[in-house]
């Protein structure tokens, strides 16, 4: 039967029309009403989504956004990948390029 299903603390069971299940983090942040989607039910169990709740929770009470500070982190690490993915293929997979010509690939990968 689809609907929210409520564990408490602010994680619910999200069940859709077409019976996928996701569990959902539902809390207010300075007076806006958010939802943070915290996994499929095949993939995140029941305690798993608690301590993903709790976690949640905690920030909260710090004044953080958890929502931003996943995305904070899913960008810190998009850059952190970037540049090293774009750097060791210059360096490694292109070994007898001369110095200049290694650089400029650098440059022209990191564009993208």
């Known amino acids: 039967m689809p609907g929210m299903?409520?564990?408490?603390?602010?994680?619910?069971l999200q069940v859709s029309r077409s019976g996928s299940k996701s569990w959902i983090f539902r809390y207010a942040m300075e007076g806006r009403?958010?939802?943070m989607g915290?996994?499929?039910?095949?993939?995140v169990s029941l305690s798993e989504?608690?301590?993903l709740a709790l976690e949640a929770r905690k920030l909260k009470l710090r004044g953080i956004?958890?929502?931003?500070?996943?995305?904070?982190a899913q960008v810190g690490l998009e850059e952190v990948?970037?540049?090293?993915?774009?750097?060791?293929?210059?360096?490694?997979?292109?070994?007898?390029l001369r110095r200049r010509r290694r650089c400029a690939w650098t440059e022209?990968?990191?564009?993208?």
């Open 81 to 96: 990948l970037d540049s090293f993915t774009s750097r060791s293929c210059a360096l490694s997979l292109k070994p007898g």
């Open 108 to 112: 022209g990968a990191s564009a993208y």
């Open 33 to 35: 009403e958010r939802e």
């Open 5 to 12: 299903y409520a564990d408490g603390g602010g994680l619910y």
């Open 65 to 72: 956004d958890p929502i931003d500070a996943r995305n904070a």
């Open 49 to 51: 989504a608690r301590e």
């Open 38 to 43: 915290l996994g499929p039910l095949h993939t």
